[in-house]
């Protein structure tokens, strides 16, 4: 190193110090703002496959509650994340590549109150 660029960095220690605190406050302030946003039933409902499900949803005594207040850990935070973006991302796969499996659709209906009443299917 030269001894330029010593003296540049220590007389600016401070001021990069600062500037990464800054980065970093505005890098937590945009994720909480995604995390709030995904966390809202209408994003869960903006995707062509769950469309129906959030109609349903809708229709429901169940509106009071956003989708992750049922199917996600709700213990710890670290738990939340990491199968908000498991799930986020299996998703996100099978929406693009619109593959979603009978399977799915027979899980969702055996584990929710929506099994006994006729729910229009999703045209893939």
Not at 35 to 53: N, T
Not at 55 to 78: I, M, Y
Request: aromatic letters at 12%; proline letters at 2%.
């Amino acid at each position: 190193m030269l001894v330029g660029e010593n003296r540049f960095f220590a007389g600016n220690s401070l001021k990069f110090v600062l500037l990464g605190f800054a980065g970093a406050a505005v890098a937590f302030l945009i994720a909480g703002a995604g995390l709030a946003y995904a966390d809202k039933a209408s994003f869960c409902g903006s995707c062509h496959s769950m469309q129906w499900v959030y109609s349903t949803w809708k229709e429901s005594n169940h509106k009071q509650f956003t989708c992750g207040d049922c199917h996600l850990p709700q213990e710890a935070l670290g738990a939340k994340l990491y199968v908000k973006a498991e799930n986020g991302i299996r998703h996100t796969y099978h929406e693009v590549l619109r593959d979603y499996s009978e399977n799915s659709l027979q899980k969702f209906m055996s584990t929710t109150s929506n099994r006994d009443k006729e729910i229009p299917r999703p045209t893939l």
